[in-house]
Nanobody, 122 residues
Framework: QVELVESGGGSVQAGGSLRLSCQVSVNGYCRYDMSWYRQAPGKEREFVSGINRDGSIRYADSVKGRFTMSQDNNKNTVDLQMNSLKPEDTATYYC????????????????WGKGTLVTISS
C-alpha cells in the first residue's frame, strides 16, 4: 500500500515562491521513482518534474530553471521548490509514484495523492 499526501499549496503573487511537500507512506521497504504533475482548469494533466532511475532529475521546459525537485529518503518526502512563480503555474499539483526499485513493489506504482492547490495572481 502507498499513501501520498501533498501539502504546501496556497496563494501567492507572481514572482513569489512556494515549497510543496509530498509525504510518502509505504508498507515495507519499497522505493519508487517519483514525479510531480499539475492540472489547471480546462487543461490536460501535465508532467512537471520527476526523478529518473539513474538518480537524475528531469523537468518540463515550462518550469526548468525555476523549480527544483528533491527527495529525502530519511524523511520519506518528495519536495518541489517553486520560485519565480507565474500565473500560468496556477494548478492543482499532485505527486505520483512511478517505477519501483524492485518488482515486489509493482502494486504501488502509479499511485496519486489528492493534490494541493497553487494559485498565482498577477
Amino acid at each position: 500500500q502507498v499513501e501520498l499526501v501533498e501539502s504546501g499549496g496556497g496563494s501567492v503573487q507572481a514572482g513569489g515562491s512556494l515549497r510543496l511537500s509530498c509525504q510518502v507512506s509505504v508498507n515495507g521497504y519499497c522505493r519508487y521513482d517519483m514525479s510531480w504533475y499539475r492540472q489547471a482548469p480546462g487543461k490536460e494533466r501535465e508532467f512537471v518534474s520527476g526523478i529518473n532511475r539513474d538518480g537524475s532529475i528531469r523537468y518540463a521546459d515550462s518550469v526548468k530553471g525555476r523549480f527544483t525537485m528533491s527527495q529525502d529518503n530519511n524523511k520519506n518526502t518528495v519536495d518541489l521548490q517553486m520560485n519565480s512563480l507565474k500565473p500560468e503555474d496556477t494548478a492543482t499539483y499532485y505527486c505520483k509514484t512511478d517505477r519501483p526499485r524492485s518488482a515486489w513493489c509493482l502494486d504501488g506504482m502509479d499511485s496519486w495523492g489528492k493534490g494541493t492547490l497553487v494559485t498565482i495572481s498577477s
